[in-house]
């Protein structure tokens, strides 16, 4: 009888140890994407070609990486991770974003026009349920969203089809920007609540003849549970890397603007930012020491780097619009 037990725990032992390496294996993060394959394979530049490009290959990261789509996932070893799940889901708002940009200002040349339809549909299948692992499954709609955009891609690239189009300029990249500045500034808002701070409320400020639905107190009092402090370092982690790839897109897609607006520094400096969030993490968990204490917190330390990024964003946003 003692040695079934024995052979019964050893069982339980090495299964826990293979659903630890296989956790290990799968919560390594993706590289951020090199600017070599975002370029034309024919080496003639095709306006767009870059951030389609950014777009579908870090939905094709997301689904092909170690371990697959983990979000969904309800068997174990995956049920019981969380970060890979959060920075899947970091990534994936940001790329809708960008899809929800290209569907009504990047692919239009004025209000009055109509929406292509590839990135109409793809952008729809795009905003399905990160989760759902049945009908509709996430991954087979994330992959029809790619194969959508890789139809418009292909149609762009045709110098014989005027149907699809990418227009690169100052007020559609702005559009963009201003998504951009509102992801960062929430992200950098949750990060900073993980030591808790009692805040102003600044809801109505600027406007004197300002109204909200319901009353709130002139403070409150922010603070990230414990329990997912961690949950939102990779979410802003995965957010913050599928950025990275986007802004990298932009720089190609969008030079002349950019130059024009002698604005590549201001781009470049957003790169810098965003890349110093993709730094290796060594701690085993994420830390949440206060704000001077003995043990880091790293919540800080990335809402710093994101915070500056979102500095650099408004500072390009403000140079393609003037003049």
Partial sequence: MGL???????????????????????SVEPEPLAPETLKTPAGQPVIGYAT????IDTMKTLLNKSGG???????????????MKAFEFGALEQSR????????????????????KDLLEAHSKLNIDHTSWLVPKAESEYNDAIKLLEMYRSRIAD????????????????????????????????????????RI?????????????????????????????????????GSSWALLNFMKAVELDFA??????????????????????????????ILNGSGFGLVANHSLVMANYISRANAAVIDLTNLLSQG
Avoid at 11 to 23: K, P
Avoid at 70 to 83: A, I, K, R, Y
Avoid at 214 to 228: D, H, R
């Fill in 159 to 198: 110098s014989d089809n005027s149907d699809a189009q990418f227009y690169a300029r100052a007020d559609n990249l702005n559009e963009w920007l201003k998504e951009v500045q509102k992801r960062l500034g929430s992200m950098s808002q949750q990060l900073s609540a993980s030591v808790g701070q009692e």
């Fill in 4 to 26: 079934s037990w024995k052979k019964l725990t050893g069982a339980a032992l090495a299964i826990l140890l293979i659903f630890y390496a296989i956790g290990v294996w799968w």
């Fill in 52 to 55: 389609t490009s950014a777009l």
């Fill in 256 to 285: 002349d603007v950019l130059k024009k607006k002698n604005a590549e520094v201001s781009l470049r400096q957003i790169i810098r930012e965003l890349e110093a969030t993709q730094q290796p993490v060594w701690s085993p968990v």
């Fill in 69 to 83: 789509w983990q979000s969904n996932d309800v068997l174990p070893p995956t049920v019981l991770m969380d970060n």
């Fill in 201 to 237: 409320n600044t809801d109505l400020a600027g406007d004197s003849a300002a109204r909200q639905s319901t009353p709130s107190g002139s403070s409150y009092q922010l603070k990230t549970s414990w329990w997912q402090i961690d949950n939102v370092f990779y979410e802003a982690r």
């Fill in 97 to 116: 974003d960008l899809a929800l940009i290209m569907r009504k200002e990047f692919s239009r040349s004025q209000s009055q026009s109509t929406a292509d």
